[in-house]
């Protein structure tokens, strides 16, 4: 995509050029032109990710994308450029490039595209793909990656969680971080199955981690969810008959939490506890710590029965 005049130029000659053509103060978003593309963003590319938005000023979609683009792009603190083409007097370049409809968006990086897509989005993918760009740069972007992804998950956007995780996969593909995530953004999109096939893939160095053991404790709770709503009824009436029938509570915590009720879960383990705290070995002790795995270390729930199980134990 480089201009003739610009395959018969120097190196020395190039940086020049893709200097000059920065706005004052070498503002990390400028506008981009036909006769300057292979300057100031394929070559500018082969030091850091050059984000492109073809746009018009009669496209309204374009008024709303691109302040929200650079607001993202400028949030990375010069991990990597906007650059801004105005299809309507640079059509020579759309048409190269194949443009069809704006807004478009494509991310250069070493030359060549790496990433992209078409029309306006919510601003979480928008993020989201920023954050993939970035990551082009450099190893140390794939936790923001992950950070992105963990995020998404939380808000229920599991689109957006899965492209963060998934860009991080390209980078390490035995990230555990990017694999558990992976395999829970697969959980909440109602594919269990797919979620277990997915870890027993995995090698034995990444299955031991942590967050990848936790979302294996996840789908195990998800896998149980069918058979113990029909569960709860009778449990919950052992439980009212004999208070001390410390299986049945295990029992019915087992079933409440495959069914979410995650505090009713732990209240029933909490129960347990503290009417017999060593009974079977800790049971229901050892029960609660592996609610707390699949839950994740982080999560509001396991934070509360933590402080719930401590004030037992230490009362």
């Not at 839950?295 to 134990?313: H, M």
């Amino acid at each position: 995509m480089a201009t003739p005049d610009a395959a018969v130029r120097s190196k020395d000659e190039m940086e020049q050029i893709i200097g000059e053509k920065k706005p004052a103060g070498a503002d990390i978003v400028y506008e981009a032109r036909e006769a300057d593309f292979g300057e100031t963003v394929i070559r500018a590319s082969e030091k850091q990710p050059v984000i492109v938005d073809f746009w018009a000023p009669w496209c309204e979609p374009c008024k709303t994308l691109m302040p929200a683009l650079e607001k993202a792009v400028r949030a990375k603190n010069g991990a990597l450029r906007l650059a801004k083409v105005n299809v309507d007097e640079n059509p020579g370049l759309a048409q190269q490039l194949r443009i069809q409809s704006i807004p478009a968006v494509f991310a250069f990086y070493r030359g060549r595209p790496v990433d992209g897509f078409m029309g306006a989005v919510p601003e979480s993918q928008l993020a989201a793909f920023v954050a993939r760009v970035a990551a082009a740069a450099g190893p140390g972007a794939i936790e923001e990656l992950l950070e992105q992804g963990r995020q998404a998950l939380k808000t229920g956007d599991i689109e957006t969680a899965a492209g963060a995780f998934g860009q991080a996969l390209e980078e390490d593909a035995a990230n555990p971080s990017a694999v558990a995530g992976m395999a829970r953004c697969l959980l909440d999109a109602g594919q269990p199955d797919e979620a277990r096939a997915f870890l027993s893939k995995q090698p034995q160095s990444v299955t031991e981690h942590a967050e990848v053991a936790s979302a294996l404790a996840a789908i195990a709770l998800k896998e149980r969810a069918a058979s113990a709503a029909g569960e709860i009824a009778g449990l919950e009436a052992k439980v009212a008959a004999d208070p001390a029938d410390h299986q049945a509570r295990i029992d019915l915590a087992a079933a409440l939490a495959a069914t979410g009720a995650r505090d009713a879960a732990i209240d029933q383990l909490i129960a347990s506890i503290k009417r017999e705290r060593g009974w079977n070995e800790d049971l229901a002790r050892k029960e609660l710590l592996k609610l707390f795995e699949a839950f994740g270390p982080t999560d509001p729930t396991t934070l509360a029965g933590r402080r719930k199980l401590s004030s037992v134990l230490f009362s």
